[in-house]
């Protein structure tokens, strides 16, 4: 039996999440810019907790905006069905976690194979920040750098199947002017021009999530995302960070983040449905 946690449990919420925080960087980053009971931001979750004898033991989280994080070790059938009758109701978009996680509750759900445009289990990689490789230097994304960011991330979602069923070219549009000026976004530029970004897309506790790595394809195979996500990890580090994770969605990239010392450390889910879909009786 799961129950939803309370102000009570932020303390231990938070250490058993920090515990884990290679697969817990959403969960853990929601509760601590949102605490419990945010019914409005998008990121605004509701926990759901697991516990044993000796306290808690599991976590599911459901963001207002639509998504499940796990962090349930040990999931078994009996359990992910019982997460399943747990959320009817609710409107789902896509599921994170450990990839062995995501697969327990994606097969419990009454959702059809065909409602999934993502359902995918990517390397998971960390690296300590208390040495960080030289990197390229990068700056925030400028007014002048909207048409480019466009097609760049038109490109990444295609290239990483997290593209929309349809307004491709919209959302593009949206996350390119959401990066301007962003603290998080960084692009590397060479004789002038940008010719590599990457973004952090979590934070927790003392650790940073790196995602949106993009190199244009004819620029690839040179050293790029090393040098731009090393540039991004070196200003994390000056800001306090002292771990930082990331999941590859390529071979290519893996190699990239392992030559700049990131190691391997298990796999992780990632599964996002079609259109948003409100759940109902898993029976």
């Not at 009971?37 to 599911?60: K, S």
């Not at 960390?126 to 760049?152: I, K, N, Q, Y």
Request: hydrophobic share 45%; with cysteine; glycine share 12%.
């Amino acid at each position: 039996m799961m129950r939803k946690a309370t102000d009570a449990d932020i303390g231990p919420l938070a250490a058993f999440l920090g515990a884990h925080v290679e697969t817990s960087m959403f969960l853990l980053g929601n509760l601590e810019v949102h605490g419990l009971g945010d019914t409005a931001h998008p990121h605004g979750t509701t926990y759901f907790l697991r516990e044993d004898a000796a306290g808690i033991a599991g976590v599911l989280g459901a963001t207002n905006g639509g998504f499940l994080m796990c962090q349930l070790p040990g999931l078994t059938p009996k359990e992910a069905a019982a997460c399943a009758w747990l959320l009817q109701g609710y409107t789902l978009q896509g599921i994170t976690g450990a990839a062995a996680q995501v697969a327990g509750i994606v097969a419990a759900l009454p959702v059809r194979a065909e409602d999934w445009r993502m359902n995918a289990v990517q390397p998971l990689y960390r690296r300590a920040l208390s040495d960080v490789p030289p990197g390229g230097p990068v700056r925030p994304a400028a007014e002048a750098d909207l048409p480019l960011l466009a097609d760049w991330f038109a490109a990444y979602m295609t290239e990483t199947g997290t593209a929309p069923t349809d307004g491709l070219a919209d959302q593009a549009r949206r996350r390119a002017r959401a990066a301007v000026g962003s603290p998080d976004l960084r692009l590397m530029d060479e004789d002038g021009r940008p010719v590599a970004m990457a973004a952090i897309n979590a934070r927790a506790g003392d650790a940073v999530q790196i995602g949106g790595v993009f190199v244009p394809p004819p620029l690839r195979g040179q050293g790029r995302a090393g040098r731009v996500v090393a540039g991004v990890l070196a200003e994390a580090r000056r800001e306090g960070a002292g771990l930082a994770v990331l999941f590859a969605a390529s071979p290519g990239a893996a190699t990239a983040y392992e030559r700049i010392g990131f190691a391997r450390c298990g796999d992780f889910g990632v599964a996002l449905l079609h259109e948003p879909q409100t759940l109902g009786n898993p029976a």
